[in-house]
């Protein structure tokens, strides 16, 4: 250490330049204090929160979008929905197809029926692209072949009342863009062989013979009656509605019907006086 403390001893510096380097000893470094660091660390981590914030708002809008929203579907200005039944309309007493046969002895060998009516439904919802319908266990589509915006068309195989009219295309589904209105007929249909409404309309004495022996219906006013009891007992038509949305993805829903009986007043070509008639008339609502 004596070494050490001469060799100190014999360093010598101006008391100048001493005393600069002393004043830079003692003098705050004010330079190295940086406060904007905690203000960049609070901006920051506002910046986080706002875009966690904002995740967050995405993620709701995806899960709770128009995934779930869903489409509406009305007819005659009227929403369907879970709850009651909503009236379509009548199902058409003419332009329809029905047959009943029998043998010599007024024995009623069988009863068919095809009844149809203009369905005027509408599917509205954001976004959608295309819409399909089909129909199941009862029914079917009557299309004029070449219609606007229709697409995908699924004949209907069976051969039916319309199947001979060039104009009318049997379908059981088909798509629409959704930027087109289609109204359609949609068809039920149904058949008895030697059932129990064969047997009614034996018991309704219906069918007679007139003074020559040719073949008369007597009674005008059964043929609605009959069809509206078959139709609730022998169809269960369901229509089911999907909406393909343009960002892919597609929801479905199922419409279902039931029949009921009304009364309009009218005149068949042999009576002289308008009287209570019955018309079948076509309800229905959504699946639950």
């Known amino acids: ?4 403390y001469r060799t100190i001893n014999k360093i010598h510096a101006p ?3 001493i005393d600069k380097a002393l004043d830079r000893v003692y003098q705050p470094r004010l ?19 706002a875009l966690a914030v904002a995740v967050g708002i995405t993620a709701i809008a995806v899960s709770s979008g128009t995934h779930s929203a869903g489409f509406s579907i009305t007819a005659n200005a009227a929403e369907i929905t879970t709850g009651d039944f909503v009236t379509l309309g009548s199902l058409n007493p003419g332009g329809s197809g029905s047959g009943t046969t029998w043998d ?34 009862g029914a079917y589509f009557g299309l004029i072949p070449g219609t606007m915006g229709v697409s ?21 589904s088909y798509t629409v863009d959704g930027a087109f209105d289609v109204t359609p007929n949609l068809i039920f249909t149904a058949e008895e062989k030697e059932g129990k409404y064969c047997r009614a309309v034996e018991d309704m004495q219906v069918f007679g013979t007139d003074e020559s022996g ?29 909406a393909t949305y343009r960002d892919g993805h597609a929801e479905t829903r ?7 009986k009304g009364t309009i007043m009218g005149r068949e070509y042999n009576e002289e006086e308008a ?7 076509v309800k229905a609502k959504l699946d639950e």
Not at 126 to 134: D, N
Not at 153 to 160: C, D, E, F, K, L
């Open 104 to 137: 010599q002895n007024e024995h009623v060998l069988s009863i068919s029926y095809d009844k149809c009516f203009k369905l005027f439904l509408k599917c509205e919802g954001e976004g959608i692209e295309r819409v399909t319908y089909t129909v199941s266990d």
């Open 254 to 260: 199922r419409v279902v019907f039931e029949f009921a």
């Open 15 to 17: 008391q100048e330049q």
């Open 214 to 242: 040719a073949k008369v219906i007597k009674n005008y006013s059964w043929s609605e009656d009959v069809c509206c009891d078959m139709f609730n007992e022998y169809i269960d038509p369901k229509l089911d509605i999907t």
């Open 31 to 49: 330079e190295e204090i940086r406060p904007q660091k905690a203000w960049r660390g609070k901006a920051l981590g506002g910046l986080a929160a």
């Open 152 to 172: 995908d068309v699924a004949p209907y195989s069976n051969t039916h009342f319309l199947a001979d009219d060039e104009h009318t295309e049997l379908a059981t």
């Open 1 to 4: 250490m004596s070494q050490y």
């Open 275 to 281: 009287k209570p008639h019955t018309i079948v008339e």
